[in-house]
């Protein structure tokens, strides 16, 4: 049903599993995926109350600002988060709640891109 595409540039031991690079590679790649796990863990564990970015490269910073030292990035929308609580900082877009998070990296978050899927934003505790 579905022709498979050949392309030159592309060397076949490039794409072939188990190849010796790869292997020798396949410790520092599942430390790079670490993160990614987490946030796989996190979504499968929502229940009524799940959070997540709405937005890629999300920064997650030290402070409620946009001044604050970024300590870590979202790789991709819809990771998974774990909000501790949240504050009143900078505004963006209008939102001034920041939410401190653990999850998949420790720090703060804008609450202007991350989504409840419950929909009840109110149920999160003050830091």
């Known amino acids: 049903m579905f022709a498979r595409a050949e392309r030159s540039d592309v060397a076949l031991s490039a794409v072939e599993m188990g190849s010796p690079d790869e292997k020798e590679a396949g410790a520092s790649r599942r430390s790079a995926r670490s993160p990614q796990l987490v946030a796989v863990v996190l979504a499968l564990a929502c229940t009524a109350a799940c959070q997540s970015t709405t937005v890629p ?9 946009t001044s604050s030292k970024i300590v870590a990035r979202m790789s991709s929308a819809g990771t998974a988060v774990a909000i501790d609580c949240y504050t009143r900082g900078q505004s963006i877009y209008g939102q001034t709640i920041w939410y401190r998070i653990t999850q998949p990296h420790k720090g703060y978050v ?8 419950s929909g009840d934003a109110g149920t999160k505790v003050a830091c």
């Open 57 to 65: 490269g999300l920064n997650v910073r030290a402070g409620p600002s």
């Open 110 to 117: 804008t609450a202007y891109y991350v989504r409840s899927d």
